[in-house]
Each structure stands twice: as structure tokens, then as C-alpha cells.
């Protein structure tokens, strides 16, 4: 017998005949009906708590801000494909899909987001164009993400509704951080030691 | 009201004053105790050391024991915890369903002393005089099966006389934990260690827990350190008037003139 | 009904990290006198448990979260094999391939033998409790294999030639003074100046992994989520090093138990919340990775699913004790447990240790039967004060399964030993009411021995002396309290009287 069937067949004696039906309820909070302004307010807290540097701007000025917030990284920026003309600091790279070890040659990267949960202090970036694909946002030091408000909802369910779950996803709360040591947290490990976040909104 | 007493195994063989402390409380609160004779033991020792089999028997004389009770009370959290959550499942696994029945049904009038008074008779000042600082550990059954909750404290700030200071790490284990303090000695003493250290950097006379048992641990240990910290059950307390002792009460266990005595009672 | 009567195995002996070699009384004597480790772990426990309760009570819903957690968790259990044929279609739909082992020594073989076709001799790894319960990388080194583990707790036990004490941080038993120390002697190249603050370590570790993360072609992952209607896969972390793993090398080799599968994509909604407040106290962990087999032009090109059971299906055979499969490896438990707090993770023998622990790894090795180790012991390392019970993220209620493994162990002894004769005689006493008056007062007489003494002597015979040794037994009263009243109310009257018969 092959160990799939043996282990289906383990699971079923373990089970028996009858099978017990059991009732999810989903009674914790799915909507979140705070004012967008307020949930902008909370997204930049819980991002600030991680020791991520928020930058609010309004949706004319993304390129400028962005540009400002890179001026103190020395080193090339790469972009994903898909990050708009108007945000691009100057002499920016776009990513052009060159081996990703290659990758660690840029100093930060400039990303879009597909959606930032408020309540967590959560990026999530899905390999789509904008957001580029997985290694992009990992191996140069900085990271730079802009967020548009539209794309800001409250808490984790919001978020993970918006999400297609066959693409590959990355979530991102802070820089990266360890707690190893005496349970007390350190910023900046193996990802991204400098996140940058650029809140967009009117 | 009339109150069937349950003793418990441990206060009826082992620290008698507790009961009649109890007993006291409750007659001069106005109400009329009975202490069914038949009374032995809640089968909870047995249950939690694997004994589940042989406590059925226990928990039918129980229930025989307390049969047609109005209430029952009784002066300890843990025991009380193992008649609302474990009689009736383990009469239920032995295929005794009657006797499952008829445990859940005493279960549903069966109380913890701190419960009973505060919930049952809505008193929290029972009218206790008792002029010494005492610190409370909250016991982890009652804290965390029964929720009593800051019942016993609403009961301890209302005694005339009494500095009630806050026990650092209160909510942590003392230790005790039936035949773990035997089966793991070592790791029992150091747990005890540690909620000794916490009860004694209070500087209070007395430690006090609606649970006799974890008082037996904690009294053995601070007993065991000539520390002149004693435990006290929330009964003895709470019993304790201006008064002299009790006419009942066959020791002098519950009078304000005991602040002398070893932590193990006579 | 139980896996014995049902002839579905345990985990096998002489494979893997499940079994300790000492009953935990005597491994835990031992660790007691460890200051440091004492000291080491009252401060990790103190502050973590201190972080997960702020960022709890935040929660509004956090009760109802747990009962959703739990209930899936449930319904996933009734129906696992489906779930799982789902999962392995999902994955093979999108890429992947997917492997069965039945045990420990059949997933290293299968681990073994793909990395070996990749022609790869080291391998970098991603921290995970299934591989580290089948004692992987004990098993790839035996094939010529190396297994960098690059999570930074991980690093450290590896380096330190240690071995997990804790499940979310393996080297919570060392300060940051050992840690430096494991450093400065074990790393090559290290910056002799290294000092002992925590940001320092961490870079030191940054640098020592960098190039490692680059140059790897194989990757070996645990999953804490899969997604059985998608196929979505998902690694929760902090330092980045997962995302390393699960990026950049051409292939990706991921164990999972069979039991961390959950139904539906909108089920991870409530584990996300639940599982990084309660394990490192943080509103969110800094990085979750999902994917679903194959993504071309991004991460690994080949990806192979390890489905593991070795002993699970043992575990859900127990009406009572599956519970434990629903565990989410948060450690909360761990870290509000006092015996834990105090005795550290070696001294349980298992890569599972704590209360949930105690319940999970003597169900996947088998409690029964003769054999030496700790597995017997185990269920009786807890005061059952009920700490862990609350903090569940699932609910899993540790104290209740560890009282049914107490019985099913004392039920499976073939001939009684002298405690189940003591218990046995007691519960016929306590029983019978006038059995028990006599057996109290043949207690009462213990009151000779302490001749006029409010206390009973230090030195008495075994067991007694367990208690003895470091507490005061008080002298037993000369008259029970249900011997005093019956005295004192001699008239029958206010007696409830016993009517009916046994």
C-alpha cells in the first residue's frame, strides 16, 4: 500500500463511521466602518511602533517624496515594472527580471502595495507589476512602499478578502526584526533593516 | 436558608477549624447547617492522578451523601471546581449516566464559600473583625475553574481591623498541585520558593486562600522557614469577630488572639 | 476508542527528537539547580508573557477569534482526509509535488533523496518543527548533506551544539552573554570586538547567513498553514530569513504535518490574527509568506510538499486527546506555564515542550507500555492551574487532556503497582462512610508521631518524605470536624440523612 493510502486510511479508522459535524461562527469583526482618515491615522501608529518611517503626502507630490526620502540612501534604486513614471526618483532601475542575487547590487527599492491593513500595520505585496516580484523587496537594505488611501482598509479579514490567494504574497509588517534574544525586539535582520512608507491621500 | 456543609477530606481529617470557622460564619449570618454525615471526599485527588475508574464510586457517595440538599457549601475552590467539572464526566465515561445526571444536578447547588456568600446570600460584609495584615493568594482553581474572581477580596476589605496588601505574582501556581507536589517534589518546592518569597516580601502576618490545600503547601513551607507568616483560610477569617470563639468551635482557631501562633495550627 | 485497539502506529523510536531519556522529575531536578537558566528564563517568560497580554486585550473580538479558531480547527479534524486530498490536488494543480511519509525515517528518506537529485551537499533552512521532530538534519548530515539552520534562535542551538528548549525561540535558555559567547568561539571571521547587545548579535548573524542565502540552490521549510481549496502555502516569521529560503533557491522542499491544514483561504483571516499576538506578542509578524506551487520568474522553480503523520493519526484516534492536534505552535502555554518557567524545555525530553508538550508529544510517541524515557512522566509535569488553558489561541484545554492521559496511563498498567493499591483502598473508603471514619482516625493517629508537636517530623518514610523533605505536615487533629459535630449535635434532627441505597 502506497503511504498516501495508509495514511488516508489511518485518518479514517482514527475518525470512524461517524463524522461530526462542526459550526464555524464567524462572530469576530469582517468590516471595519471607521472614517479613512482615521484608519490612516491607525496604520501610521502601528507602522511607526515597528520603526517604519511613514511620509504622508498628497497624490501630486508621491515623486517628491519619495526622491526626499531616498536623498540620505547612497546607492542605485531599483523599481517594479509596474511603479508609475510620476514616482520614480531619478536614475532609478527598473527591474528587468536579471538573476535575483543580482539584486543585492541596489541600495533600496521602490515597490506599490496591493493592499495595508490598518489595524496590524500590514503591506501586503502580491508580484504584480507594481509591487514587483518577491526577491525585489527583499534583498536591498531599504525598502520604499507607496500606499494609496483607496488601498487602506481596517483589519486583517478586509485585507485578506482583496487578496487573490494563488499568487505568491508577501506580508510585511516593519522592517525586519528578531525577538530571539531574551524575547525582547531588534529591528533589522536578514530583510529589509529600512522601511519607508509613503501614505498617499488627498 | 438551609446550608448542607461539605467539609472536604482534606479540612475534615486534616484542618478541622476550617469547617467549623465555616460553620460559624454561616449560623451567625442567620442561616441554618446541616453537615451530612455520610460526607466523604469529591474524588478529585483520584481523578487527577489518573484515577478516574475508582472516583466514580466516590462521587456516587457524594452524591448520595448531599442527596436532596438545597445548597451546599463548601470551603474550598478546587473541590468545588472538580464537582461542577468532573463528577458527572467521569461517572459519563464510566457509562453511570443516572449518577452523571444526578452529579450535575448537585453540582448546579453547590458553591464556593466566597461564591455563596457574595452571590447567594449578597453579603460582602459578613460583620468579621479581624486586626492583622494579610495578604490574599487567589489559588488557580478559583481563580481560573471557579472565577471567583475579586470576591474574596470585596470580603476581606469589608472586615473591620484588617490591612489587606497585594501579593505580588499573585495569579502564579504556589506549587501544590495535588500528587504533583509529591511526584515532582523538586519543582513544586521551587514554585513554592517563589510565592513564599513573594508572600513574605509583603511583610504580612498572614497569607490567607479560599483553598486549604494550597494553604497547607504554602503553611508547610513557610512553617518549614521559622517564618512567623502564617496561612489562614478565608473561612477563619472571615469567622472572626470581637467576640470570643465561637461556642461550636472547639479551637480558638478563629479569635484575633492567635497572631502568635506557628503557621501550623495546633 | 484508541489507536492500539485501531493498530494505527506512534512514532517510531530511534528517529527523531519526541523522546527524552529521563522521566521528567529527574531531568528537571537537574535543571532547578541551573541559576542561569532560571534566571534566563524568568526573564524571556516575564516579558514575553507581559507583551501578549497588551496586545490581547487590544483585541475586541479576541474571544470570539478563539472559538473560530477552535471550531476550525475542529472542522478541519472531522474531515482531514478530505481536506487533505484537496490540498494535494491544489498543489499539483499549480506546479507542485507532493509527498507522503508515513514517519519520521520515511520523510528524511524522502527529503534525503531530493535533495540528492538537485546535487546539492548543503541545504539552508527555514526554522520548523516538523523537521525538527523528525530530526532532519541529523538525517541529511548522515547522507553527506549540511542543513544551515538560519533562523537566528536556531543558529544559535545549532552553533552552540545545543539543543530547542522552547518552540518559537529555541535558545530562549541563553542570555545575550552566551549568545555572544557561542559567536565569538563558533563563527569565523567574527568581529572581534562583537559585543553582547542584541543588535549586535543580529547583524553578526546577518553577515554570517548573507552569502549562504545567495549561493543555496535547495531550501527546506516547515509551513504553519495550507490552504487545502487553493493550495496556499504559509510561512510566518520575523527576520527575513524565511523570505530568503523561500525565494531564492531553485528548489523548495516543505515538511508539514498533516494536521496544519486548514479548509478555506478566508479561514486564514482568524489564524493570522491569532497566532503572532499570542506567540510574539506583536499585532502582526514582521513577514508571512504564502504561495502556491510554482510562480514563474519568481521563487523556487520546483516545490516539493512533505505531508508527515508519524504518530498524528494516533493522536486523532483519542476522542479526548486530538485536541492537541489543533495546536498553532504560538507557545503561549510555554510562556505563561510555571513548571516550564522553572524547568526550561530540555527537561521534556521533546521538541514539543511545555504544557502542550506534555500532551502532544506523549500521544505521538504512545504513553503505554514498558519502555523506557519520559513519555509516561510527562502528563504529570503540571499543577493543572489552568494558565495555559486560558491563554490557548484555539482553546485547547491542555489541563483536561493532561488529567485523560494521567488515566490512560494509569488504565494501560497491566498488574498494579503500590500506588494504584493506595488509591484503590482509599476510593473504597471514601466510598463508604464508615470505612472512612475509621480511616481517618487511623490518620489522626499520625498525631503520636509528632509527641506534642504542632507539626509532624521532617523525616518520615516515602512518599510522606517527598512532602517532608522541604514543607511541614501539621499534626492531624485529635477529632475530625464530622466527628466534632456529630458530638456536638447529638440530636438527629438537623441531619440530612442518606436514603438512598448504593
Redesign the interface.
Known sequence: M???D???G???????AE????????????TDDRPLPELLDVLTD?LE??RASVLRCAPDAVGATVAAALSSVPGDVVVAPGVPAAWRPDGAVEDD?RP??DL?AFAATLTGVTVA?A????LVLD?SPACG???LS?LPDCLVCVVTADQVVG???EG??RLD??????????????????????E?????RTLLVVLVSD | MKVALFATCLVDTIVPQVAHATAALLERLGHEVVVPPGQSCCGQMHVNTGYRREAVPIVANHVRAFAGAEAVVAPSGSCVASIHHQQAMVARRAGEHGLADEAEALAGRTYELSQFLVDVLGVTDVGAYYPHRVTYHPTCHSLRLLRVGDRPLQLLRAVRGLELVELPGAESCCGFGGTFAVKNADTSTAMLTDKMANVLSTHAEICTAGDASCLMHIGGGLSRLRSGTRTVHLAEILASTEQSTHPATPTDAVTPHQSTTPAIPR | ?T?VF???PTAPAGVGNLRGDRPFPDAARDALRDGQLRA?LG???T??RG?RAGVVAEV??WA??R??GR??K??T?????EH??EL?RQVTA?GGTV????DAA?ANRIVTELVQATGADEVVKVKSMATQEIGLNEALEAAGIAALE????EL?VQLGDDKPSHIL?P??HK??AE?REIFACTIPGVDPELTDD??R???A??EH??ER??RARVAVSGANFA?AE???LAVVE????G??C???PQTLITVMG?EKLVPT??D???F??LL?RSS?G???????????GV?P???PQEFHLV?L?NGR??V??DEVG?EALHCIRCSACLNVCPVYERTGGHAYGSVYPGPIGAVLSPQLTGLSGGTAGNSASLPFASTLCGACYDVCPVAIDIPSILVHLRAEHVEAQERPGAEALAFRGLARAMSHPRLWRLAQRAAGLGRFLARGRPTLPAALPPPASAWTRTRDLPTPPRETFTQAWAREHSRASSRARPEHGA
Open positions: 502506497s503511504a498516501r495508509e495514511v488516508l489511518r485518518i479514517r479508522s482514527a475518525l470512524g463524522l461530526p459535524a462542526v459550526e464555524v461562527r464567524r462572530d469576530y469583526r469582517t502601528r511602533d515597528y527580471g535575483a542575487v543585492t491593513v489595524e496590524t500595520g500590514t508580484a516580484r518577491r526577491a527583499l483589519g486583517v479579514p485578506l478578502a490567494p494563488l499568487r505568491p504574497l508577501t506580508m510585511i509588517s516593519g522592517p525586519s526584526a528578531t525577538s530571539d534574544i531574551e524575547l525582547q525586539r531588534v533589522g535582520v536578514h530583510g529589509p | 476508542m489507536a485501531l493498530g494505527i534566563n526573564h524571556a517568560t516579558t514575553i507583551k475586541p473580538d470570539e477569534l472559538e473560530a471550531a476550525i475542529a472542522a479534524m472531522a474531515r482531514l482526509d487533505l486530498e494535494e499549480r509527498h507522503w511519509a508515513r520515511e538560519t533562523d537566528l534562535a544559535i525561540v535558545a530562549i542570555n545575550r549568545i542584541p543588535r548579535l543580529a547583524m548573524a546577518r547567513l548573507r542565502f545567495l490552504v487553493t493550495g496556499t520575523s527576520e527575513g530569513n523570505r530568503m523561500l525565494t531564492l498533516i483561504w478566508r486564514l483571516e482568524v493570522l490574527q503572532p510574539t506583536e499585532r502582526m509578524n514582521p513577514y508571512t509568506s504564502l504561495w502556491a510562480t520568474g519568481d521563487g505531508l503523520d493519526t494516533a486523532l484516534a486530538r
